[in-house]
């Protein structure tokens, strides 16, 4: 009897769901969390997932959004794919009866959001579309699935260039190994590297950390896109709130009531994030306070729950109709470079959702394309997996490594705040530089890790992933997007369709088509 083919996907939020649910009935599958399966950034996601279901819709229109709110640096096929498929995935979800608002007459309630140039946002329970999705999910998850959590996966095992495994450490110090004939990286973005956050704590940046030290190409680290608005209490981000409430009508002012995105673009308030983002930091920096004025919106706590309970959570009286805001970092527009279906560059490794660099967000992404490219590429991957019958190859022995001392750290709120101070909203030569000589001592530890607190590997992970993306920023001599260098404030056209990859301890500036196995490139040391 032929042995069913096994994978292991490191991470719990929509795309590994997506992913397993669609796998478990043709391999053995393990889900892995370095936590629980309910605290993905997925689970709290707020906003919907932007799907053409209208008849006033187009595939095109909705392309056309995607691009322009990226500035163009995009593998375009991707795009087309996400939105064509997204939209069918939605349909099938829609079908097996997940809880989507809808109008009185049965209709889908369509949300507008920032760069849309339609009402195509899917919402669920009002403002907590990532709970009511993660749920709909788990529900329909195979029970053969094997789910594992509180594990921290530290190194992928890769022998004759194929990853054959994960070894991951429980919080009690026991370590375990997997084998695997495919494992996938579906750890989610970085977003905890800052110290204004949307994300959830955990959100590190383990899986870009884990395939650079295994070799693994990562690509576009230096777009890090910033939500314009997150509740803003003493000093502190205190968590997100939605687009869709910008979409509903809200306008954001400062304490004299001026209007911050008047005349500054054409779309206002509902511009895309990069752009608002700088209006909010430029208003904030020059001494004044911003706020959402959500005094025009009607039965606000009816239509925004969750934002309301965190408002009052915080002491907000939301019936005054004013929310204080400021930027904080919300998404990764890079990680590990993979084509469509998650291959990445190294056999048997595979990487989805916000871990994964496709091409498909460029420099900055549009607002609820990330839970749709959950959905979508989750299958697409399954599907492409599963028609592969791929197994993994026999390879040798796994070399074993001297175990590594464990190097200087920066606490973990310390570093926050140098990501937030020098790889922010706005960057310079100068502090990108210092913050990249400050991080490089660490990323350079080779070894075994497997004797070393979680914690450690933890902060490991974030300097090495703080570290790429100080590096990109430094290197990329231009504003693009969400990446805004304050010494290089304009667009320059030699970095049109230029992407800054590493791999295998080099940095590579790759032109022309995106595919990670292109020809056209120039190598630099990492280390220089």
Known sequence: MKKMPSAVIIGSGIAALQAARHLAAHMNVMVITKTVMRQSNSYFAQGGVAAVLSPLDTYESHINDTLAAGEFHHNAAAVKQLVMEGAACMDELLKEG?????????????????????????????????????????????????????????????????????????????????????VILATGGAGALYSFTSNQETITGDGIALAYRAGAAITDMEFVQFHPTLLYVNGETKGLISEAVRGAGAVLTDEEGGKIMQGVHPLGDLAPRHVTAFEIYKARKSGREVYLDISMIKEFERAFPTISAICCGQGIDIKKGLIPVAPGSHFLMGGVKTDTSGRTSIKGLYAIGETACTGVHGANRLASNSLLEGIAFGKRFAKALIASGEASEKAGQPVSSAAAAIPPLFEKKELQSMMMESAGIIRTSEKLQALADCLRGPVQTKGDISHWPVEKIESL????????????????????????????????????????????????????????????????????
């Open 98 to 182: 997940f809880s989507a608002d809808r109008q009185e007459n049965g209709l889908l309630s369509l949300g507008l959001e920032g760069a849309h140039s339609h009402r195509r946002i899917v919402h669920a329970g009002g403002d907590a579309t990532g709970k009511w999705a993660v749920e709909h999910f788990m529900s329909h998850l195979p029970g053969q699935v094997d789910i594992r959590e509180h594990e921290l996966a530290f190194e992928l095992i890769v022998q004759d260039k194929v990853c054959t495994g994960v070894k991951t450490k429980s919080r009690n110090g026991k370590v375990h190994q997997y084998k695997a004939d495919h």
């Open 461 to 528: 992970f974030m300097h090495t992933t703080a570290y790429l993306i100080a590096v990109s920023a430094l290197v990329r001599t231009e504003s693009r997007g969400a990446h805004i260098r304050a010494d290089h404030p304009l667009k320059q056209a030699q970095w049109e369709k230029t992407w800054i990859t590493f791999e295998n301890g080099q940095l590579n500036k790759r032109s022309g088509e995106y595919e990670w196995n292109q020809a056209g490139r120039s190598v630099e040391s990492l280390f220089y």
